[in-house]
């Protein structure tokens, strides 16, 4: 398997998958056009649980609040039409959203005039106005006695309809089963490559949107 993977690793990073503003126009969804259609990606971040370091100093590396367990993180990012455009390295499961934008240079990546989506956990807006992009998250509240009006309801759902798309990426890279069970610590010198590959074949699969529909009629 750890052969396999690193051939993998070495066969699909060498492709360029982050899509340029063309290619994602000429393949955007309808409930991308308009409003949404300068979105150029949209990311999230997935854990992976792992087994717990010995190490003290690593056991708090590692220690996810969000999951109570040990974790690894990564980061992952698709074009609106679900093609998987980025994948970060793993990272200790403490790392913040914004720390893993930051190390994995995905902004390095954007251009001007990029729009990318992302839920409210990712605080980088600075970090795309440094690169003249802007950030579609979903609108917060100033406080918790204050309520959302009916235009950020409406807001929250139109956007909301268009970055679940990367939820459904995410569950087809679990969709493999690899990441199932806790991974062993053995595993830390080739879990990047396997959690690259996972993402990355997925493009290689039936389209997701295609799913999305077939699922609708079925019902």
């Known amino acids: 398997m750890i052969t396999f993977s690193n051939y993998l690793f070495v066969m699909l990073g060498s492709l360029p998958v982050w899509a340029s503003k063309d290619v994602i126009k000429q393949h ?25 370091p010995e190490d003290l100093q690593k056991q708090s590396e590692f220690y996810s609040e969000y999951k109570s367990h040990n974790t690894f993180k990564g980061l992952i990012g698709i074009s609106p039409n679900v093609w998987v455009t980025f994948v970060s390295s793993l990272y200790g499961g403490s790392i913040s959203d914004r720390q893993i934008v930051e190390q994995s ?32 998250i979903p609108p917060k509240r100033q406080s918790t006695a204050d309520q959302f009006s009916k235009e950020d309801c409406f ?3 139109r956007r909301a309809n ?46 997701a949107l295609t799913l999305c529909k077939i699922k609708v009629c079925v019902r």
């Open 105 to 136: 240079h995905f902004v390095d990546l954007l251009e001007q005039g990029d729009l990318i989506m992302a839920d409210r956990g990712f605080d980088i807006q600075d970090l795309m106005a440094a690169k003249q992009a802007k950030l579609f």
């Open 162 to 207: 268009v970055r679940i798309h990367v939820e459904r990426a995410i569950r087809r890279v679990n969709g493999w089963h690899i990441f199932d069970q806790v991974l062993p610590l053995s595993m830390t010198g080739v879990v990047n490559q396997v959690w690259t590959v996972c993402c990355l074949l997925t493009n290689w699969r039936a389209p």
């Open 155 to 157: 807001e929250t759902m």
């Open 28 to 52: 955007l969804p309808t409930a991308f056009q308009g409003r949404f259609e300068n979105v150029r990606c949209i990311i999230d971040c997935t854990e992976i649980k792992c087994e717990k």
